[in-house]
């Protein structure tokens, strides 16, 4: 059985160029493609009308590839072209990155948008991530991206384009949320709901609202000053983030060993499964 979500919004072609690609992916690489999912805006529900299609993949190498002596990459990317942007991590740079904290491959197993996936990887591997993933290491991330977002795009005052603003805002909203839900570690993914979830200022909730129904509507929103309230929203939000997250713990020896039998357990299962030559190829629709 084969995970699949695809929001009727999104262009059937489009979808069909996506499939195409990874189509590719397993015959030009010989890898397995447990996971390929949607990432960016349209994943988080604040798409415009000229999205990016933004396909993240996880892919693991044949066994036998795992002998060889010669070192490989452990990414496949595509040159962005038109409105596709995808890329794939292999498995064992998603695990190595996970312990250290990053929080992105969360975010890939959290997806509402699936293009395919196993939906035993899916629920093992968010298992596994929740297990050796702390709440301050997710924040420490959020808090990362978006200073480095606001560094980047917002520190001189200038004019910018306005679809950058949610870049920012993202993060700030994330580290809001798990500050006043202390016993919660996963946000909502869907931008609107986190919004709302967050008891936002009246003044901020007024200018995401317009800024999310101009960007849906809108294939250039054009640029201009970040809005005021929305700078002071995020400021403060970095600022009582950096004041509360101590050290984040770095990744164990037990950690390393669980994730190293995962990577084995996942090799040897899909390797069993091609095997078989039986496996279910039923599609099942999942909710986001």
Known sequence: MSLRNIPSDMHPHKVAGVDALLDRVVSEHGVFLPLAVESGSRAWGFASPDSDYDCRFVYVRRAVDHIKPWPV?????????????????????????????????????????????????RDDFLAFARSVVSRDAIARHHLL?????????????????????????????????????????????????????????????????????RKALTRDLGAARLP????????????????????????????MQQAEQFYRTVVERLEAEAQGGGADRSVSSISP
């Open 73 to 121: 990459r452990d990414v496949i990317e595509f040159p962005l072209q038109d409105d596709f942007d995808a890329n794939g991590w292999d498995l064992a740079k998603a695990l190595r990155l996970l312990l250290k904290g990053n929080a992105v491959i969360i975010e890939w197993l959290r997806s509402p948008v699936v293009y395919r996936g196993l939906p035993w990887f």
């Open 145 to 213: 991206h978006g200073e480095r977002q606001r560094r980047v795009y917002f520190s001189d005052g200038a004019d910018v384009p306005q679809k950058r603003i949610f870049y920012a805002l993202w993060p700030a909203a994330m580290l809001r949320w798990l500050r006043l839900h202390p016993e919660e570690a996963e946000a909502p993914m869907d931008f609107p709901s986190l919004i709302a979830q967050c008891d936002p200022p009246a003044a901020l909730q007024a200018d995401v609202a317009d800024l999310m129904r």
């Open 228 to 255: 005021a309230a929305v700078g002071e929203f995020i400021d403060a939000e970095f600022a009582l983030a950096r004041s509360v997250l101590g050290d984040v713990r770095g990744r164990t020896t037990d950690m």
